[in-house]
Nanobody, 119 residues
Framework: QVQLVESGGGLVQAGGSLRLSCAASGRTFSSYAMGWFRQAPGKEREFVAAIGRSDSSTYYANSVKGRFTISRDNAKNTVYLQMNSLKTEDTAVYYC????????????WGQGTQVTVSS
């Protein structure tokens, strides 16, 4: 079992920055890949970014590429999402997720943290 707890969300003006954190517990953190997803009101959940087990590989949605950076600290069992140049369309609940296997499916999810970007 893996427990994930997100933090760092809040209200920010367009053009500003936020850093989300996701603290994991329950299994060896370095043994699973991590991802960030988001869901805006009335929309389906969408992929934002992912990072491999060794943090050498990262992936981003086109909509956030160049503005968001995913990173992980295996010693702290934490994954981060640094969000810069925020836009109003980035407003959503952000979720972190853990992928234990290698089939592309995420097995565990956090409860989410709200990010609101005002104009």
């Amino acid at each position: 079992q893996v427990q994930l707890v997100e933090s760092g969300g809040g209200l920010v003006q367009a053009g500003g920055s936020l850093r989300l954190s996701c603290a994991a517990s329950g299994r060896t953190f370095s043994s699973y890949a991590m991802g960030w997803f988001r869901q805006a009101p009335g929309k389906e959940r969408e992929f934002v970014a992912a990072i491999g087990r060794s943090d050498s590989s990262t992936y981003y949605a086109n909509s956030v590429k160049g503005r968001f950076t995913i990173s992980r600290d295996n010693a702290k069992n934490t994954v981060y999402l640094q969000m810069n140049s925020l836009k109003t369309e980035d407003t959503a609940v952000y979720y972190c997720a853990a992928q234990l296997g290698f089939n592309g499916q995420y097995d565990y999810w956090g409860q989410g943290t709200q990010v609101t970007v005002s104009s």
